[in-house]
């Protein structure tokens, strides 16, 4: 299931940082990089938390 996630989380920051250069190389309209940014963040920020490990705080 953790795999799943990471996958599914590398492939939202795929999708946030890969539009934004399609616009600058003009292979994407802006309309559509917003759509397609938009997926990548909502996909990362819902799929991310799950497996990113945090530290523990040390107990006592």
Same mark, same amino acid.
């Given at each position: 299931?953790?795999? #799943? ?11 946030t940082?890969? !539009? !934004? ?11 559509t ?11 990362? #920020?819902a799929?991310? !938390? #799950? ?10």
């Open positions: 299931m953790k795999t #799943f996630l990471k996958i599914l989380s590398y492939g939202g920051l795929i999708l940082i890969l !539009p !934004p250069l399609l616009v600058l190389s003009g292979r994407m309209e802006l309309e990089h917003y759509h397609w940014t938009l997926a990548g963040t909502v996909l990362w #920020f799929t991310a !938390p #799950f497996w990113i490990d945090r530290k523990k705080k040390a107990e006592g």
